[in-house]
C-alpha cells in the first residue's frame, strides 16, 4: 500500500472524529470543553511510543498476524458500535426524508459500495470532504453569529466528564495502522488540534446560542443548526444532512475499508473482504448490547495505541542491544 | 495467418506465385515483372497505395538504368549501397513483413535468386488535409489539427518539437488490419518502467482490427472505473504540452486523436486558450468551469430534491413562483426532469448523427419548437426547462466530460428525487470515492487535489503566468505513488 500523506491522515483523522462531535448526545456546561482538552493531551501522550517507532514502524504490525487480528477485532467492534450510534442518531437526521430502515438500509449499501474503493481513495476523498466540512462550519458560525449570547456560557460549568469521554475515540488506532514516521506527528498535532476547537465551537455556540433551550436536548448539533440560519426567509437546515451523510460514510467506509486492508494482509487469498467486515460489523451491532460494545472499544484504545507501539519499540531495542 | 514468417523462395516464380495465391489474387496487387540489370525481378505495388508520380522518377528511372550485374546478389547490393531511392528502405525477410509493407504503401522489389526483397517508401495514398479540431477549437492558438494519416501527425508534432528528445516508437496493432502505433515521449521527462508499462499493456492487447482509438484505450486503463485514466486530444500543440510535463501519447493511423497517459482529472478543465489569455482572466475562467460542473450534474437534482422535499431552503416568493409552475403539471418533479434531459439527448444525438445541414435544423426545431410545444402545452413547466437548459449548457463547457455529465445528472435527479439531499449526499459519496479510486500506473487521478501538492496548485486553482510557470521543471512523475 502506497503511503498516505500528512493531510490525508490528518483529514481522515479529523473528519472521523467529527461524526463522534457533531453527534454528542448532550450539552451540559463549559466543563465540555476542559474534558476534551485533557481528552486531546492523554491521546497526544499515548500516542508517544508511536512517534518515537523508527521509519514506516507501523510496517512491523503487519508483519504479525496476530497483532493484525487485533486490530481486526478492535475495528469490527468499533464499526458496530458506530452502525449502532448511527441507529439512534438516523431518526432524528432521516425520518423526514426517507424513513428510519429505510435511510440506515441506503447508508449500509452506500458503504458497501464505497468501502470496496480501498482504503487509498477513502483517504483521498477525505481532503475533499473536510473543504466541504469547512464551508458548512463557516455557514454555521455565520447563522449563529447574530444570536450568540455569552450570558447563557456562565450558567454552566459541568460535563467535564462527558467532554471527556466523547473525544475519546478510536482514531488513534487509524493512526497505527496507517501512520509512518513521514506523516505522522504533523498529522497528530493537527488532528488533536482541530478535533478540540471543533468540539469546543460546538459545544459554545450550542451554549450560547441554545442556551438551556438545548440542555437535556438529544443530538444538540442538529438543534442548534436550526437555530443558526444564516439567511431570512429561507432555511439551511437541509444542508447539513448532506455533511453528516458525508461523514457518515466517509467514517463507516474507514473503519470498513481498514478492516478490510488488514484481513487481506493476514489471508491473502481471501476476496470480498470489505462487504464481510461490513457485514460482521452489522452482526456485531445488532448481537452484542451497546454498553459491551463500547466499554470494549474504549478498553481497546490504549492497547492497541500505546501498549503495541511501546512493545515493538522495545522488542526493537532489546533486538539491537542484543545483535551488537 | 498463412503467410505469418513464411519465407521468400529463391526462384521468381515461386515468390510470385505464393504472392498471388497469399493474397488470394486480390484485385489491388500489382505485379510488374522486368528485367532489372540483366536479372529477371519484379516490382510490386498496391493499387491506391503508392504515388505512381514518385514510383516513376525516384524507383522506376534509376532501377532501369543500372548496368548489367552478375547476379541477383550483386543487384541489391549495388541498389542497397550506391543508390537513394527512398528514404525508407527497408529490407524484408518474410511475408508477412512484405504483406505489412506492401499496404503501407511501399513498392517491393524481387529479384531471380535472392530469398530477400528491397521495400521502397513511395506512399501516395489520399488522405483528408489539415483542418480545425471540431471538438477543441480556440481562439488565440493554433488551428491545425491532427489528420488521420500517422506520419502527417507525427511530423506535426515534430514541428513543434525540435528536439532529439522527442522519440517516436513505431509499431503495428491488430492481426489483420496491422494498424501503425506511434509511441511518443521525451527521454528526459519519462521514467522508463511507465514506459515499459504502456508497452505491455499494449502488448496484451490480442487484437484483430484497431479502427479507432477506443479500441486501444481499455487496454490502457489498468482498473475498471467510471471515469476516463486516458485522455485524447485532437490537438497537436495541446499534445507537445502533455509531453512536455512527462506524459506518454500513442497515436494511431488512421484516428484523428492522440492517446495520452496519464491523465488528471484536472485536465479536463484546462484549454489552450487558457495559456494565451492574462492570468488573472484564465484563473476566472478556470473557476467559472469548475462552477459550469457542479451545475451541469447537481443543479436539476438540486431544483427536484429542495423543491419536493426541503422547501424550506427556498424563501417565499421562489417558492410561490415554483409552485404556481408546478401546479398544473401532469408528472412529478423527477419524472419531469428526466422527461426534459432525455428528450435533450434524443435531439443532440438526432442532430449529430445526421449530415450537418439536416443537422442544425433537427436542433432548431428540438430547441425552440418542441420545447415551446411542450411547455405550452403544460406537459413541461418552465422553471424546469430553465433549470434544464442551463445544466445542459454548463456541460458544454467541459466537452471532455460530457458523457459522465449526463449520466450522473439523470442519476442525481432520480436520487433527489426520491431521497432529497439525503439522496445527493449519498450518490455524491459513491461518485466522489470512484473518483478517488481511479489510478492508473500509480497516477491517482485526483492529483494535485488529493493527494496535495502545491507546486501543481498553481496550474489548478489559479493559473500564474509563464514567468512563474518557467521555474520548477514540472513533470507528472511528481503525481506518482509507489505501491
Same mark, same amino acid.
Given at each position: 500500500?502506497?503511503?498516505?500523506?500528512?493531510?490525508?491522515?490528518?483529514?481522515?483523522?479529523?473528519?472521523?472524529?467529527?461524526?463522534?462531535?457533531?453527534?454528542?448526545?448532550?450539552?451540559?456546561?463549559?466543563?465540555?470543553?476542559?474534558?476534551?482538552?485533557?481528552?486531546?493531551?492523554?491521546?497526544?501522550?499515548?500516542?508517544?511510543?508511536?512517534?518515537?517507532?523508527?521509519?514506516?514502524?507501523?510496517?512491523?504490525?503487519?508483519?504479525?498476524?496476530?497483532?493484525?487480528?487485533?486490530?481486526?477485532?478492535?475495528?469490527?467492534?468499533?464499526?458496530?458500535?458506530?452502525? $449502532?450510534?448511527?441507529?439512534?442518531?438516523?431518526?432524528?437526521?432521516?425520518?423526514?426524508?426517507?424513513?428510519?430502515?429505510?435511510?440506515?438500509?441506503?447508508?449500509?449499501?452506500?458503504?458497501?459500495?464505497?468501502?470496496?474503493?480501498?482504503?487509498?481513495?477513502?483517504?483521498?476523498?477525505?481532503?475533499?470532504?473536510?473543504?466541504?466540512?469547512?464551508?458548512?462550519?463557516?455557514?454555521?458560525?455565520?447563522?449563529?453569529?447574530?444570536?450568540?449570547?455569552?450570558?447563557?456560557?456562565?450558567?454552566?460549568?459541568?460535563?467535564?466528564?462527558?467532554?471527556?469521554?466523547?473525544?475519546?475515540?478510536?482514531?488513534?488506532?487509524?493512526?497505527?495502522?496507517?501512520?509512518?514516521?513521514?506523516?505522522?506527528?504533523?498529522?497528530?498535532?493537527?488532528?488533536?488540534?482541530?478535533?478540540?476547537?471543533?468540539?469546543?465551537?460546538?459545544?459554545?455556540?450550542?451554549?450560547?446560542?441554545?442556551?438551556?433551550?438545548?440542555?437535556?436536548?438529544?443530538?444538540?448539533?442538529?438543534?442548534?443548526?436550526?437555530?443558526?440560519?444564516?439567511?431570512?426567509?429561507?432555511?439551511?437546515?437541509?444542508?447539513?444532512?448532506?455533511?453528516?451523510?458525508?461523514?457518515?460514510?466517509?467514517?463507516?467506509?474507514?473503519?470498513?475499508?481498514?478492516?478490510?486492508?488488514?484481513?487481506?494482509?493476514?489471508?491473502?487469498?481471501?476476496?470480498?473482504?470489505?462487504?464481510?467486515?461490513?457485514?460482521?460489523?452489522?452482526?456485531?451491532?445488532?448481537?452484542?448490547?451497546?454498553?459491551?460494545?463500547?466499554?470494549?472499544?474504549?478498553?481497546?484504545?490504549?492497547?492497541?495505541?500505546?501498549?503495541?507501539?511501546?512493545?515493538? $519499540?522495545?522488542?526493537?531495542? $532489546?533486538?539491537?542491544?542484543?545483535?551488537? | 495467418?498463412?503467410?505469418?514468417?513464411?519465407?521468400?523462395?529463391?526462384?521468381?516464380?515461386?515468390?510470385?506465385?505464393?504472392?498471388?495465391?497469399?493474397?488470394?489474387?486480390?484485385?489491388?496487387?500489382?505485379?510488374?515483372?522486368?528485367?532489372?540489370?540483366?536479372?529477371?525481378?519484379?516490382?510490386?505495388?498496391?493499387?491506391?497505395?503508392?504515388?505512381?508520380?514518385?514510383?516513376?522518377?525516384?524507383?522506376?528511372?534509376?532501377?532501369?538504368?543500372?548496368?548489367?550485374?552478375?547476379?541477383?546478389?550483386?543487384?541489391?547490393?549495388?541498389?542497397?549501397?550506391?543508390?537513394?531511392?527512398?528514404?525508407?528502405?527497408?529490407?524484408?525477410?518474410?511475408?508477412?513483413?512484405?504483406?505489412?509493407?506492401?499496404?503501407?504503401?511501399?513498392?517491393?522489389?524481387?529479384?531471380?535468386?535472392?530469398?530477400?526483397?528491397?521495400?521502397?517508401?513511395? #506512399?501516395?495514398?489520399?488522405?483528408?488535409?489539415?483542418?480545425?479540431?471540431?471538438?477543441?477549437?480556440?481562439?488565440?492558438?493554433?488551428?491545425?489539427?491532427?489528420?488521420?494519416?500517422?506520419?502527417?501527425?507525427?511530423?506535426?508534432?515534430?514541428?513543434?518539437?525540435?528536439?532529439?528528445?522527442?522519440?517516436?516508437?513505431?509499431?503495428?496493432?491488430?492481426?489483420?488490419?496491422?494498424?501503425?502505433?506511434?509511441?511518443?515521449?521525451?527521454?528526459?521527462?519519462?521514467?522508463?518502467?511507465?514506459?515499459?508499462?504502456?508497452?505491455?499493456?499494449?502488448?496484451?492487447?490480442?487484437?484483430?482490427?484497431?479502427?479507432?482509438?477506443?479500441?486501444?484505450?481499455?487496454?490502457?486503463?489498468?482498473?475498471?472505473?467510471?471515469?476516463?485514466?486516458?485522455?485524447?486530444?485532437?490537438?497537436?500543440?495541446?499534445?507537445?504540452?502533455?509531453?512536455?510535463?512527462?506524459?506518454?501519447?500513442?497515436?494511431?493511423?488512421?484516428?484523428?486523436?492522440?492517446?495520452?497517459?496519464?491523465?488528471?482529472?484536472?485536465?479536463?478543465?484546462?484549454?489552450?486558450?487558457?495559456?494565451?489569455?492574462?492570468?488573472?482572466?484564465?484563473?476566472?475562467?478556470?473557476?467559472?468551469?469548475?462552477?459550469?460542473?457542479?451545475?451541469?450534474?447537481?443543479?436539476?437534482?438540486?431544483?427536484?430534491?429542495?423543491?419536493?422535499?426541503?422547501?424550506?431552503?427556498?424563501?417565499?416568493?421562489?417558492?410561490?413562483?415554483?409552485?404556481?409552475?408546478?401546479?398544473?403539471?401532469?408528472?412529478?418533479?423527477?419524472?419531469?426532469?428526466?422527461?426534459?434531459?432525455?428528450?435533450?439527448?434524443?435531439?443532440?444525438?438526432?442532430?449529430?448523427?445526421?449530415?450537418?445541414?439536416?443537422?442544425?435544423?433537427?436542433?432548431?426545431?428540438?430547441?425552440?419548437?418542441?420545447?415551446?410545444?411542450?411547455?405550452?402545452?403544460?406537459?413541461?413547466?418552465?422553471?424546469?426547462?430553465?433549470?434544464?437548459?442551463?445544466?445542459?449548457?454548463?456541460?458544454?463547457?467541459?466537452?471532455?466530460?460530457?458523457?459522465?455529465?449526463?449520466?450522473?445528472?439523470?442519476?442525481?435527479?432520480?436520487?433527489?428525487?426520491?431521497?432529497?439531499?439525503?439522496?445527493?449526499?449519498?450518490?455524491?459519496?459513491?461518485?466522489?470515492?470512484?473518483?478517488?479510486?481511479?489510478?492508473?500506473?500509480?497516477?491517482?487521478?485526483?492529483?494535485?487535489?488529493?493527494?496535495?501538492?502545491?507546486?501543481?496548485?498553481?496550474?489548478?486553482?489559479?493559473?500564474?503566468?509563464?514567468? #512563474?510557470?518557467?521555474?520548477?521543471?514540472?513533470?507528472?512523475?511528481?503525481?506518482?505513488?509507489?505501491?
Amino acid at each position: 500500500m502506497s503511503r498516505i500523506d500528512s493531510r490525508q491522515l490528518f483529514a481522515l483523522l479529523f473528519l472521523s472524529s467529527a461524526w463522534n462531535v457533531i453527534g454528542i448526545s448532550g450539552i451540559y456546561g463549559t466543563g465540555q470543553i476542559l474534558g476534551a482538552l485533557l481528552a486531546c493531551i492523554l491521546g497526544l501522550l499515548l500516542s508517544i511510543p508511536l512517534l518515537m517507532l523508527p521509519e514506516y514502524g507501523t510496517e512491523r504490525i503487519y508483519h504479525r498476524k496476530l497483532l493484525c487480528l487485533l486490530y481486526v477485532l478492535f475495528f469490527v467492534l468499533w464499526g458496530a458500535n458506530s452502525l $449502532r450510534e448511527l441507529n439512534h442518531s438516523a431518526p432524528i437526521q432521516l425520518l423526514n426524508v426517507s424513513g428510519h430502515w429505510k435511510g440506515l438500509v441506503l447508508i449500509f449499501i452506500t458503504c458497501l459500495l464505497t468501502s470496496t474503493n480501498g482504503i487509498k481513495a477513502t483517504a483521498r476523498s477525505a481532503p475533499i470532504i473536510l473543504t466541504v466540512m469547512t464551508c458548512s462550519a463557516l455557514i454555521l458560525i455565520v447563522g449563529a453569529w447574530k444570536r450568540i449570547d455569552l450570558d447563557t456560557l456562565l450558567m454552566e460549568s459541568n460535563g467535564f466528564k462527558e467532554g471527556f469521554a466523547s473525544c475519546m475515540t478510536g482514531e488513534l488506532a487509524v493512526a497505527v495502522v496507517l501512520g509512518h514516521k513521514g506523516n505522522l506527528k504533523k498529522a497528530l498535532i493537527q488532528y488533536f488540534t482541530a478535533k478540540w476547537i471543533l468540539y469546543s465551537v460546538i459545544v459554545f455556540l450550542c451554549l450560547t446560542v441554545g442556551g438551556r433551550l438545548l440542555q437535556n436536548q438529544p443530538y444538540p448539533f442538529f438543534i442548534l443548526t436550526s437555530l443558526s440560519q444564516p439567511l431570512q426567509g429561507q432555511r439551511a437546515d437541509a444542508f447539513y444532512i448532506l455533511v453528516f451523510v458525508m461523514l457518515t460514510i466517509l467514517h463507516i467506509t474507514l473503519q470498513t475499508s481498514l478492516t478490510a486492508h488488514l484481513l487481506e494482509t493476514i489471508f491473502p487469498k481471501l476476496k470480498g473482504t470489505a462487504p464481510i467486515s461490513l457485514m460482521v460489523m452489522l452482526l456485531l451491532a445488532w448481537a452484542i448490547p451497546e454498553r459491551v460494545l463500547q466499554f470494549s472499544e474504549h478498553c481497546m484504545i490504549p492497547i492497541l495505541v500505546f501498549a503495541v507501539p511501546m512493545g515493538i $519499540r522495545l522488542f526493537q531495542t $532489546r533486538k539491537k542491544v542484543v545483535t551488537s | 495467418m498463412p503467410y505469418e514468417n513464411k519465407p521468400i523462395p529463391p526462384e521468381l516464380q515461386d515468390q510470385i506465385a505464393n504472392l498471388k495465391y497469399l493474397a488470394e489474387y486480390s484485385s489491388d496487387l500489382l505485379v510488374n515483372s522486368v528485367k532489372i540489370g540483366g536479372i529477371s525481378c519484379a516490382l510490386i505495388g498496391c493499387e491506391g497505395m503508392l504515388s505512381t508520380t514518385i514510383l516513376t522518377e525516384l524507383v522506376l528511372q534509376p532501377l532501369m538504368s543500372i548496368p548489367p550485374q552478375q547476379n541477383s546478389q550483386a543487384l541489391f547490393t549495388h541498389i542497397q549501397q550506391e543508390m537513394l531511392l527512398s528514404m525508407d528502405r527497408p529490407t524484408v525477410w518474410n511475408y508477412d513483413d512484405l504483406f505489412r509493407l506492401l499496404h503501407s504503401g511501399f513498392a517491393v522489389l524481387l529479384a531471380e535468386g535472392e530469398t530477400k526483397a528491397l521495400a521502397f517508401g513511395v #506512399q501516395g495514398y489520399e488522405k483528408r488535409s489539415i483542418n480545425e479540431p471540431s471538438g477543441e477549437a480556440n481562439l488565440l492558438g493554433s488551428h491545425e489539427g491532427f489528420t488521420e494519416a500517422i506520419r502527417t501527425n507525427m511530423s506535426m508534432l515534430r514541428r513543434r518539437m525540435k528536439t532529439p528528445l522527442l522519440k517516436f516508437e513505431l509499431s503495428s496493432m491488430g492481426s489483420l488490419s496491422k494498424t501503425d502505433i506511434c509511441l511518443c515521449w521525451l527521454t528526459d521527462r519519462v521514467p522508463p518502467k511507465l514506459l515499459q508499462d504502456i508497452r505491455n499493456s499494449l502488448e496484451s492487447a490480442q487484437l484483430e482490427t484497431v479502427l479507432s482509438a477506443g479500441y486501444i484505450q481499455p487496454f490502457l486503463e489498468q482498473k475498471r472505473n467510471f471515469f476516463d485514466t486516458v485522455s485524447t486530444t485532437e490537438r497537436p500543440d495541446v499534445l507537445a504540452a502533455k509531453l512536455l510535463e512527462g506524459r506518454v501519447a500513442i497515436l494511431i493511423d488512421g484516428n484523428p486523436f492522440a492517446l495520452v497517459v496519464p491523465k488528471l482529472f484536472v485536465e479536463s478543465f484546462q484549454t489552450l486558450d487558457d495559456y494565451n489569455f492574462k492570468p488573472w482572466y484564465a484563473c476566472f475562467l478556470r473557476w467559472v468551469k469548475y462552477g459550469a460542473f457542479l451545475l451541469a450534474i447537481l443543479l436539476p437534482a438540486l431544483y427536484v430534491a429542495i423543491s419536493v422535499h426541503h422547501p424550506e431552503m427556498l424563501n417565499r416568493t421562489l417558492l410561490l413562483l415554483l409552485s404556481h409552475a408546478e401546479a398544473d403539471e401532469p408528472l412529478s418533479l423527477p419524472m419531469e426532469a428526466i422527461e426534459v434531459l432525455l428528450m435533450y439527448e434524443v435531439i443532440r444525438e438526432a442532430g449529430l448523427r445526421l449530415p450537418k445541414a439536416v443537422g442544425g435544423a433537427v436542433g432548431l426545431i428540438g430547441g425552440l419548437i418542441i420545447g415551446d410545444a411542450a411547455v405550452a402545452s403544460g406537459l413541461i413547466s418552465t422553471p424546469m426547462l430553465t433549470m434544464a437548459a442551463i445544466s445542459v449548457t454548463a456541460g458544454f463547457i467541459i466537452p471532455d466530460l460530457n458523457s459522465i455529465i449526463t449520466v450522473l445528472r439523470i442519476a442525481f435527479i432520480l436520487a433527489g428525487g426520491f431521497w432529497g439531499l439525503f439522496g445527493i449526499g449519498l450518490l455524491g459519496m459513491i461518485v466522489l470515492l470512484r473518483v478517488c479510486s481511479a489510478e492508473d500506473y500509480g497516477f491517482p487521478i485526483t492529483a494535485p487535489l488529493s493527494p496535495f501538492y502545491r507546486k501543481g496548485m498553481r496550474d489548478v486553482m489559479t493559473r500564474v503566468n509563464f514567468r #512563474q510557470m518557467q521555474s520548477g521543471n514540472f513533470t507528472v512523475e511528481e503525481y506518482h505513488e509507489q505501491d
